[in-house]
């Protein structure tokens, strides 16, 4: 089993910048970002791949940055300029690379308005 604790969201003005950050219980090699905007489906935000590599969706690219601390089992998204369409509640999603059972943080709500 693996515990994803997740921490950083808030309220914060159109143009603000935000730091999420979700802890593993353990090392696990695939680790990213989703969201649930009101009234929709769960999308990709950012995430390392099993081969380190970083893919983002188009929506946040320029503006998120996921990154990682591997020594503290820690995974960082760095969200500026902000837009009120990137009100979503964030999960945090961790995966072995040869299992296909995907581990969910409790997720941190993020709200952008004036």
């Known amino acids: 089993q693996v515990q994803l604790v997740e921490s950083g969201g808030g309220l914060v003005q159109p143009g603000g910048s935000l730091r999420l950050s979700c802890a593993a219980s353990?090392?696990?090699?695939?680790m990213g970002w989703y969201r649930q905007p009101p009234g929709k489906g769960r999308e990709l935000v950012a995430i390392f791949t099993n081969a380190g590599n970083t893919n983002y969706a188009d929506s946040v690219k320029g503006r998120f940055t996921i990154s990682r601390d591997y020594a503290k089992n820690t995974v960082y998204l760095q969200m500026n300029s902000l837009k009120p369409e990137d009100t979503a509640v964030y999960f945090c999603?961790?995966?072995?690379?040869?299992?296909?059972?995907?581990?969910w943080g409790q997720g941190t709500q993020v709200t952008v308005s004036s």
């Open positions: 999603n961790a995966k072995y690379s040869l299992s296909s059972y995907n581990y």
């Open positions: 353990r090392s696990i090699n695939v």
